[in-house]
């Protein structure tokens, strides 16, 4: 069965870095779309950014410019740089990635999350 496992959240003040890290365990045959969600309280769950197999990476308008995905296919892994983080962009982030578990197959699956905090 394949799991997501995040890390890399926290606490930081304004202005701060953190980088999201997500290893995908288990078997599957490959991995397509990787994405991060954030889901802040009293708000809908909203995709922050995308990454596709060959590395093209879209994000949401208020992080464009301040956020970097990047993922590394030969270890399954997605990473989310931050940098000069904002009050507005604390909540968990969730990974989410588009997998094949086999030859023309599709599956999506999704991590349990990080917290990020960002204190004014």
């Known amino acids: 069965q394949v799991q997501l496992v995040e890390s890399g959240g926290g606490s930081v003040e304004v202005g701060g870095s953190l980088r999201l890290s997500c290893v995908v365990s288990?078997?599957?045959?490959?991995?397509?779309?990787m994405g991060w969600y954030r889901q802040a309280p009293g708000k809908q769950r909203e995709l922050v950014a995308t990454i596709t197999t060959g590395d093209l990476a879209g994000y949401i308008d208020y992080v464009e410019g301040r956020f970097t995905d990047s993922r590394d296919n030969d270890k399954g892994e997605v990473y989310l740089q931050m940098d000069r983080l904002q009050p507005e962009d604390t909540g968990v982030y969730c990974c989410?990635?588009?997998?094949?578990?086999?030859?023309?197959?599709?599956?999506?699956?999704w991590g349990q999350g990080t917290q990020v905090t960002v204190d004014s």
């Open positions: 288990g078997r599957y045959f490959r991995i397509n779309m």
């Open positions: 989410d990635v588009d997998l094949s578990p086999g030859m023309g197959m599709t599956q999506e699956v």
